[in-house]
């Protein structure tokens, strides 16, 4: 049985192997794709700067474009004084500066957070995470949406965003090239060629999985770094159950804010457990980050 310590070590353990396996695949895709199209280690670097540049636009203006299409207000000290008082406690027990909040008024119960670091931070909950949960069960959310500000979770994703927009913008490269690809006429050239062409068509999609699979896993270290900030998985524990046995969608979440959630805010395939389905989760199963939470009792 792991403690709360040990959890979080394991949790960054693995995100760190993620990392280095994704570092590995993109330095591969880039070399075959880049011999492929006929262009040395210039051309890589062309290609991680433009995508560099469009996220980095995305990613220093992220927290307000995200919560612009939410819809979510600014909280309010006088309407909004739990969602204040949780906020500030949690904040002071994790040593960072309290976040800019937000409300949605939405009555599915959820929660998010979002910005570059832990001075441009800003967590938003819907009102009817604030209507249906007791303080000790809202103090587990705030805790680990807290955990993903401390933890730069949000800047760590934009890297792995501007990784995966580089082999895309490659990918598209490759595959749009029908003219002026410098191929030499010998057997070698024509195997890198097929395997560019093939990384081409399927490294967008294992990008995407892996990007999957590493936030399924910060979800797990949030989890764990929101026991370790209120010294007890009881609260969050009941909040996790309660949100995820709500049936109401989230009306102003989509496919690309999903993954910030605290729990998929999409209601479909959530009760599916075969191999297949758990690829393309956004989180880890409820009953997964339950039992782990359990075992820090």
Known sequence: MLNVYEQVDANKRRSSLIIIIFALFIATV???????LGYGPGFIGLALIISGITTFIGYWNSDLIILAVS???????????????VAENISLAAGIPVPKLYVIEDS???????????????????TGLLDKLDRTELEGVIAHEISHVKNYDMRLMSVVV???????LLS?????????????K???????????????????LIGKLIQLALSRRRELLADAGAVFITRQPAGLTSALIKISRDTEPLEAANKATAPLYIVNPLKGN?????????????????????????EMM
């Open 30 to 36: 880039s070399y075959f794709i880049g011999r492929a």
């Open 270 to 294: 959530e009760g599916r457990v075969d191999w297949f389905a758990n690829l393309f989760r956004t989180h880890p199963p409820i009953e997964q980050r339950i039992k782990l939470l359990q």
């Open 162 to 168: 501007v990784l995966i927009g580089m082999v895309t």
């Open 186 to 204: 010998n057997q070698i050239s024509g195997i890198l060629f097929i395997v560019g062409l093939v990384l081409a068509l399927l490294s967008p």
């Open 172 to 184: 598209d490269w490759l595959l749009h090239s029908t003219f002026g690809i410098r191929r030499e």
């Open 71 to 85: 819809r979510a207000r600014p909280a309010e000290k006088d309407k909004d004084r739990l969602f204040y008082s």
């Open 108 to 126: 599915a119960p959820n929660a998010f957070a979002a910005g570059r670091d832990v001075e441009h931070a800003s967590v938003a909950v819907t």
